[in-house]
């Protein structure tokens, strides 16, 4: 016969096991609404900007010229997660999922090259005039 310390910890030990995946599953599944940027960024979608799509694993349109002040919208239209990132460190938009917007001011002229971190030969760039 089992002892109740034995039960008691054989059911926590199963109560455990879904608690854990339901956190690792949320954590995958979940964009990231952080803002970051030396010049202005946010995850809210300004609908107004220029716009960048984010479909068959690839940033279209791939070279975008901007001026100064401009703000650009990245759209995920694929089914997996992507990110938005400057290699520079300017900005990141952390994970976007399915739909999920990204946006960045453009402050100051330059060319902002940038890619996904999760799929690097994704690369797209920003030109500011």
């Known amino acids: 016969m089992k002892t109740i310390s034995q039960i008691r910890h054989r059911l926590s030990t199963l109560l455990a096991i879904p608690a854990i995946a339901i956190l690792i599953l949320a954590g995958c599944s979940k964009s990231d609404n952080n803002t970051n940027g030396n010049n202005g960024g946010n995850n809210g979608g300004n609908k107004g ?3 960048v799509t984010i479909v068959n694993f690839a940033f279209s349109p791939a070279t975008l010229s901007i001026a100064a002040g401009d703000t650009v919208v990245w759209t995920n239209k694929d089914g997996i997660v992507h990110t938005v990132t400057s290699t520079g460190g300017v900005f990141d938009s952390k994970s976007l999922a399915n739909n999920a917007t990204f946006s960045y001011i453009f402050k100051n ?3 902002f ?5 999760i799929h690097p030969y994704m ?3 920003v030109i500011v005039q």
């Open 49 to 51: 900007g220029k716009q």
């Open 109 to 111: 002229a330059g060319t």
């Open 113 to 117: 090259d940038y890619y996904c971190t």
């Open 123 to 125: 690369t797209g760039k």
